[in-house]
């Protein structure tokens, strides 16, 4: 069973940035999609971004558009997440994801699903203080 290893979280003021990044743990085939979803405390989990590897096509969830980038590493099956001006609502659990299904399902009218991702991360804590 391939894992998906985060990290990159912490604490940071309101305003400020952090960068979090996911990898595979062993070499594979390519994983496409590779996504970011969070979930803070008393709340579902939600998606806040992902990306297609093949096409570079990227979603994101719209509290983050203009202030989050998700990008693909220089390493297969590797994902960014940079994160700025952040807010005090960003404070969550965020956890990598992707479709480890070989060959890639590739259903981007779906990217929003958390079901669609067959791999998870443990997560990393995100704390933004005011």
């Known amino acids: 069973q391939v894992k998906l290893l985060e990290s990159g979280g912490g604490s940071v003021q309101a305003g400020g940035s952090l960068r979090l990044s996911c990898e595979a743990s062993?070499?594979?085939?390519?994983?496409?999609?590779m996504a970011w979803f969070r979930q803070a405390p008393g709340k579902e989990r939600e998606v806040v971004a992902s990306?297609?590897?093949?096409?570079?096509?990227?979603y994101y969830a719209d509290s983050v558009k203009g202030r989050f980038t998700i990008s693909q590493g220089s390493a297969k099956n590797t994902v960014h997440l940079q994160m700025d001006s952040l807010e005090p609502d960003d404070t969550a659990v965020y956890y990598c994801?992707?479709?480890?299904?070989?060959?890639?399902?590739?259903?981007?009218?779906?990217?929003?699903?958390?079901?669609?991702?067959?791999?998870w991360g443990q997560g990393t804590q995100v704390t933004v203080s005011s």
């Open positions: 994801a992707a479709d480890c299904v070989d060959p890639p399902r590739l259903f981007e009218s779906i990217w929003f699903a958390a079901n669609y991702y067959s791999c």
């Open positions: 062993r070499d594979t085939s390519n994983f496409s999609p």
């Open positions: 990306i297609f590897t093949e096409t570079n096509n990227t």
